[in-house]
């Protein structure tokens, strides 16, 4: 989809039928909970047996932790509270399955790119594999049953991350928003729910999981991101054309490529503005991927992590900028 489309998501919520939902269960129940899924997926007759991790969020850093949501592989929410949680993550990290969060399950699958069908089969296996081990909790007029009734019925949320920059631009982003509430979408910030579109990076999903198929849901989706991504190509074409849009992408990659300190909000605005340079024919000499991999890189909690130490804001800026800089050189 022309690089407008950076990652693909499916998530499945599910929850054991013997125990009480999450917000119910004390901290021992919860370590029960965590011991019988991790079990069920070591049981599972899949390479994804012998192919994760397991990380408690009790033993984790706050980076750690913060890392986790920076990569989408956790939820602001699951950080935010310890006790009988846990994170399972294949070793390629495409999937992780948070233990404990509002549902006791909630198996998620990320692809790069634009790739639902992809992303949902990979998911749809797993899920399969985990019932043939788990009782989940299932009606049969209501189906999977979930702490909150909105995500009742297949319990699925599919979505992707958009780099809307010229739609930003245009303001035509709350426009779109409102209409696609009647389509039972959702248009979200970088980290789905309150959270702000970092870098005009947008998350796009599926509010309706009750009366409604998986593969209905996936299609309208698949249908509304195809027009999206329509009227961002077209609005970058005439916002190209611009002077002025062209000296900020050509400005963008020079601050890039030459600051001695930059702050993570800077970073995301510059990277967004190359970005869109590159996807609009602006910038030749640049790979879309290398950027993309730098939006994630960038982060402070990730770069503590990857960097293995502490750092102050000033220490990070600077080594944001000398990695920044040194990945796109000439």
Excluded: W
């Excluded at 994804?48 to 956790?74: C, G, N, P, T």
């Excluded at 030459?258 to 602006?282: P, Y």
């Excluded at 992590?305 to 944001?320: C, F, G, H, Y």
């Amino acid at each position: 989809m022309s690089n407008v489309v950076m990652l693909t998501r499916i998530r499945l919520a599910r929850n054991l039928r013997k125990y009480p939902f999450p917000c119910r269960l004390n901290t021992d129940g919860k370590n029960k909970v965590v011991e019988t899924v991790v079990g069920a997926i070591k049981n599972s007759n899949s390479p994804l047996a012998d192919d994760f991790d397991v990380l408690y969020v009790k033993d984790l850093s706050e980076a750690q932790r913060i890392s986790l949501v920076e990569a989408h592989l956790a939820s602001p929410e699951f950080i935010s509270d310890s006790a009988g949680r846990a994170i399972v993550l294949s070793k390629d990290r495409e999937m992780s399955i948070m233990i404990n969060e509002e549902d006791h399950i909630r198996l998620q699958i990320l692809k790069k790119g634009f790739d639902l069908e992809g992303a949902y089969d990979v998911a749809d296996k797993l899920d399969t594999l985990l019932d043939e081990n788990l009782d989940f909790a299932f009606d049969e007029k209501l189906g999977y049953l979930t702490q909150c009734p909105t995500n009742l019925g297949t319990g699925m949320r599919a979505s992707v991350m958009l780099h809307l920059p010229a739609l930003q631009k245009s303001r035509a982003v709350s426009r779109i928003a409102g209409n696609l509430q009647k389509l039972g979408l959702t248009i979200r910030g970088t980290y789905g729910e309150g959270s702000e579109p970092e870098g005009a990076m947008y998350q796009l999903s599926n509010q309706v999981t009750l009366g409604i198929s998986e593969k209905a849901a996936i299609d309208n989706l698949k249908n509304i991101t195809t027009q999206l991504v329509n009227q961002e190509l077209s609005a970058q074409k005439r916002i190209a054309e611009s002077v002025r849009t062209q000296d900020k992408v050509l400005r963008s990659l020079g601050i890039l490529r030459s600051a001695k300190l930059i702050s993570c909000d800077e970073a995301m605005t510059l990277l967004s503005n190359v970005r869109f340079g590159i996807n609009a024919g602006l910038l030749e000499d640049i790979d879309i991927n290398t950027i993309d991999k730098l939006i994630f890189d960038i982060q402070p909690a990730t770069m503590i992590v990857n960097k293995q130490e502490s750092l102050t804001a000033e220490q990070r800026d600077i080594l944001r900028a000398e990695y920044i800089g040194k990945v796109l050189k000439k």
